[in-house]
């Protein structure tokens, strides 16, 4: 088979993938989804109410002809951003494809549409329930990070922090799972046209949705920190006492202590 045949058939599954897309990777919009979802991820930490963990993966690329510079990461890699969000069985449930990779993660987070989702909680946050994210995000009513460490933490506060990471590493084995399955994502995908790889990528999502719902599971090996993303702002705006989210945490990180108050 000829490469430019082979190229065109890739093209025509991944466009096919793509359109479908909208039933296998879903946001809990009702109660009872989100539930289903909650109820699991208590069963691995104390944490209540989280109807899914977000983070973001930077998927290397070789340097694009145009504008290269933009693409080029933290890790001084040329890359392009996978921004996902999934359940306590590590489907996805939302993913945003495409940024550059030098673009900061609380900013994929605006552009990805999930901040639209904080203006429509009933649907979106049922019975406030919330995101658990990592200190790249800014705190929210309806995403918890953790708290920022100033030397001074208290117990509750560590213990919070440790929580939530019990939480969180579902979506940085979601995001190994999917690089260790489709191998040309792992390490530098060969693909040269930029426009095509969020497509690409987002195929390889819905496979890996799919895949899970039939059972077919993969070990996930050591996850590449320098692929899944875990920067620290180390300034914070007004932003971050934002729609409650300050009181919310402290509430939770009480109600889960399990010394003494």
């Known amino acids: 088979m000829g490469k430019a ?9 991944v466009k096919g993938l793509c359109e479908l897309a909208p039933n296998f990777i879903n946001w809990p919009t009702n ?5 289903i979802i909650w109820n699991g ?18 998927i290397n690329i070789t340097k694009p002809s145009e504008d290269g510079n933009s693409f080029i990461n933290r890790h001084h890699n040329f890359s392009i951003q996978l921004q996902a969000v999934c359940d306590h069985e590590c489907k996805f449930t939302h993913v945003y494809i ?10 994929v987070l ?6 639209e989702y904080f203006n429509n909680p009933k649907t979106y946050f049922p019975e406030g329930c919330h995101l658990v994210g990592d200190s790249a995000y800014t705190l929210h009513k309806y995403l918890m990070v953790p708290y920022r460490n100033n030397g001074h933490l208290t117990e509750q ?12 590493v579902t979506i940085e084995r979601a995001c190994g799972s999917l690089k260790n399955r489709f191998r040309r994502i792992l390490n530098c995908c060969p693909l040269k046209e930029t426009q095509f790889i969020p ?33 620290t702002l180390n300034r914070r705006s007004n932003e971050y006492l934002l729609a409650g989210g300050q009181d919310k945490r402290n509430r939770i990180t009480i109600d889960i202590w399990p010394g003494e108050a």
């Open 5 to 13: 045949t082979g190229f065109r058939i890739i093209r025509r599954v």
């Open 31 to 35: 109660r009872n989804d989100a539930a």
């Open 41 to 58: 991820f208590r069963e691995k930490g104390p944490i209540p109410k989280v109807v899914g963990t977000i983070d973001g993966c930077h």
């Open 98 to 107: 495409g940024n550059c990779g030098s673009v900061h993660d609380q900013r």
């Open 110 to 115: 605006r552009l990805s549409g999930i901040s």
């Open 157 to 168: 506060q560590i213990h919070f922090k440790r929580s939530l990471s019990s939480a969180r």
């Open 199 to 231: 497509q690409y990528i987002l195929a390889c999502c819905v496979l890996h949705n799919i895949c899970l719902m039939n059972n077919d599971l993969i070990e996930v090996e050591s996850i590449n920190k320098g692929n899944v993303s875990t920067d």
